[in-house]
């Protein structure tokens, strides 16, 4: 019916004005298809399903037009020697069997070195200086204040911030006698240059971007997100992102062609983390002491910020509401989501696409699941496995030799 309106409205407009070619109509004709095609969750399939589909998935613009676009969205692409050298030193065993020779004389100067992987130093280092004084950071002042940034925290000991000063101070005496800095200007940072063009293109898509970002500030109405930046590196931290701020994460993309759905599932992710309130993830913790089933499930899951399957089961609905996954992707991907390891997520996200809007208040809305008993302890493992079957015996065959 919307496209019969259309094309009466477009037919009129051509009689009246006779201003409008035939090859403009065509052009405009296929404008509005695709700006039609963003209205179902339906509208964008993964590889696996495209047979199933005729729909189009998104495809990325170039040119003049997508540099005006790319202005008008909040979101911006940034990189810098310091993280790619923390990287470098805290997780060396972590390297892509990439041929540069950067990569080959990390591999060779960090072998058999203990890793230190953790996203706590970055965000220990962005609270003293800000992104634009850590970018202008060579390695010699980098190695003199870095040390000094790193502290502990509830997840972080003391003991273990001993440990790592002395062991950044060591790595940064070793990048700098094998010249990491030139090697990384000659060899990464054109790598980089592109790859940051490459996401931003990715985000063009004004009415999908757009309305995944409304959404996430949605469930943090008291925070103004402001502009949303995606911090790149080279080398690789051994898991595909982390939050560094409220409105920035960190992330490596190795691909020539870095799609919108997977740029978006990231940011959603991402910048979803933090919304939590304390007394929801109490209710989560004293869950995970009342319930046999969710203590093995969160042994298995080992992050510690007790918001993550709340996390992971918005960041699905919000990906089915503006298009970027189907549900039918959602569930198969919630139900596999870190092995078969988050159930409430599983139940929260099933909850979720029963409405039809973002909940106001979403804390208010996933503690009343507990209070009323929609997730209760003792029923956790059959109520994931009645919304999806199978769950229960992934999580066993992936887990049960661990957790046991």
């Not at 990189?79 to 540069?100: G, H, V």
Request: hydrophobic share 40%; proline share 3%.
């Amino acid at each position: 019916m919307k496209k019969s309106i259309l094309a009466l409205i477009l037919a009129m407009a051509i009689l009246l004005t006779g201003c409008i070619t035939d090859e403009d109509d065509n052009e405009q004709s296929e404008q509005e298809k695709a700006s039609e095609s963003n209205e179902t969750p339906e509208s964008i399939d993964s590889d696996e399903n495209q047979g199933d589909s005729e729909e189009e998935t998104l495809t990325l613009s170039s040119g003049e037009e997508a540099e005006t676009q790319i202005e008008q969205i909040p979101i911006k692409a940034d990189y810098c020697l310091a993280f790619d050298a923390i990287i470098a030193i805290a997780w060396s065993n972590e390297k892509q069997n990439r041929k540069n020779d950067i990569d080959e004389q990390v591999r060779e100067h960090f072998k058999g070195r203990e890793e230190m992987g953790s996203d706590s130093p970055f965000r220990d280092l962005l609270e003293v200086y800000s992104f634009e004084e850590v970018k202008n950071m060579d390695l010699k002042t980098l190695a003199e204040v870095f040390p000094d940034c790193l502290k502990a925290n509830s997840y972080i000991p003391d003991a273990w911030i001993t440990i790592w000063k002395k062991k950044y101070a060591e790595g940064f005496e070793i990048l700098m006698e094998m010249g990491f800095e030139s090697l990384w200007e000659e060899q990464c940072l054109p790598f980089l240059t592109e790859q940051s063009k490459m996401v931003e293109n990715a985000f063009i898509r004004d009415s999908i971007t757009q309305n995944v970002i409304l959404d996430i500030q949605r469930l943090k109405p008291e925070r103004e997100l402001g502009v949303f930046t995606v911090f790149l590196t080279y080398f690789s931290t051994g898991t595909v992102s982390f939050q560094l701020s409220e409105n920035s994460y960190l992330t490596n993309y190795w691909s020539n062609d870095i799609s919108t759905q997977s740029a978006l599932w990231l940011l959603t992710h991402e910048l979803i983390h933090s919304f939590s309130s304390e007394e929801l993830k109490e209710i989560y913790r004293q869950a995970i002491k009342a319930d046999e089933f969710l203590s093995k499930t969160y042994k298995a899951l080992s992050v510690p910020n007790h918001e993550e399957e709340f996390v992971v089961a918005l960041e699905h609905f919000i990906s089915v509401r503006n298009g970027v996954r189907t549900e039918r992707e959602a569930r198969e991907s919630i139900s596999e989501w870190y092995g078969s390891c988050m159930p409430v997520a599983v139940i929260v996200f099933d909850e979720l696409m029963k409405l039809t809007d973002i909940p106001e208040d979403i804390n208010a809305w996933i503690i009343d699941l507990f209070e009323s008993e929609v997730i209760k302890a003792g029923e956790i493992e059959s109520k994931a496995e009645s919304i999806s079957p199978g769950f229960v015996e992934k999580f066993t065959k992936r887990w049960g030799d661990i957790i046991n």
